[in-house]
T-cell receptor
Framework: EAGVVQSPRYKIIEKKQPVAFWCNPISGHNTLYWYLQNLGQGPELLIRYENEEAVDDSQLPKDRFSAERLKGVDSTLKIQPAELGDSAVYLC????????????????FGPGTRLTVL | AQSVTQPDIHITVSEGASLELRCNYSYGATPYLFWYVQSPGQGLQLLLK??????LVQGIKGFEAEFKRSQSSFNLRKPSVHWSDAAEYFC????????????FGDGTTLTVKP
């Protein structure tokens, strides 16, 4: 079974440029998460989708960040314009539907996209 | 809101020695508890999880963790460390009813000496 796929793995851009990250979750997983991981810190949730619905985007900086999961499968996270402080690793994770509440589900993580903003 | 503290930023152990990584959480009720491992350049992988029942849980790669309600702790242990265990370890808490949000600690980096 293929894992969570993310692309690109690395991205270097100039500040004020736009950037997009793509994630394809494990087949059949209806829950998809985007996390931000700064150096030396744990992942911080940006947005969570249940199928195509964003059910928790309270931590997403909506002035510059946007995300979509149009058909409830793969997802794109966009930053426009990027700032120096956005340099970090962006992780995508997915979870299968279970009877357990969302906060109790195991998450399967992709390898992440390392963004460097110059 | 729940929080997670991993007091040790970096731990070094010799290969074959025992290991204990500490995790303390702050939450009013019993949360869901997880330990994940992250190798360089890779995503996080679940080692083990606690939801309820037996407070000693077994995970993959020979790891175990013990939930202690009185201490609000969920420490990770391994009796004999292998060089391949060198990685970063994250404790996470999922609080029931908190909209599916898991809170991660800042991680502990494990170095294994030969």
């Amino acid at each position: 079974e293929a894992g969570v796929v993310q692309s690109p793995r690395y991205k270097i851009i100039e500040k004020k440029q736009p950037v997009a990250f793509w994630c394809n979750p494990i087949s059949g997983h209806n829950t998809l998460y985007w996390y931000l991981q700064n150096l030396g810190q744990g992942p911080e949730l940006l947005i969570r989708y249940e199928n195509e619905e964003a059910v928790d985007d309270s931590q997403l900086p909506k002035d510059r960040f946007s995300a979509e999961r149009l058909k409830g499968v793969d997802s794109t996270l966009k930053i426009q314009p990027a700032e120096l402080g956005d340099s970090a690793v962006y992780l995508c994770a997915s979870s299968p539907r279970t009877d357990r509440a969302a906060e109790g589900r195991e998450q399967f993580f992709g390898p992440g996209t390392r963004l460097t903003v110059l | 809101a729940q929080s997670v503290t991993q007091p040790d930023i970096h731990i070094t152990v010799s290969e074959g020695a025992s290991l204990e990584l500490r995790c303390n959480y702050s939450y009013g009720a019993t949360p869901y508890l997880f330990w994940y491992v992250q190798s360089p350049g890779q995503g996080l992988q679940l080692l083990l999880k606690y939801f309820s029942g037996d407070t000693l849980v077994q995970g993959i790669k020979g790891f175990e963790a013990e939930f202690k309600r009185s201490q609000s702790s969920f420490n990770l242990r391994k009796p004999s460390v292998h060089w391949s265990d060198a990685a970063e370890y994250f404790c996470a808490v999922g609080a029931f009813g908190n909209a599916g949000k898991s809170t991660f600690g800042d991680g502990t980096t494990l170095t294994v000496k030969p």
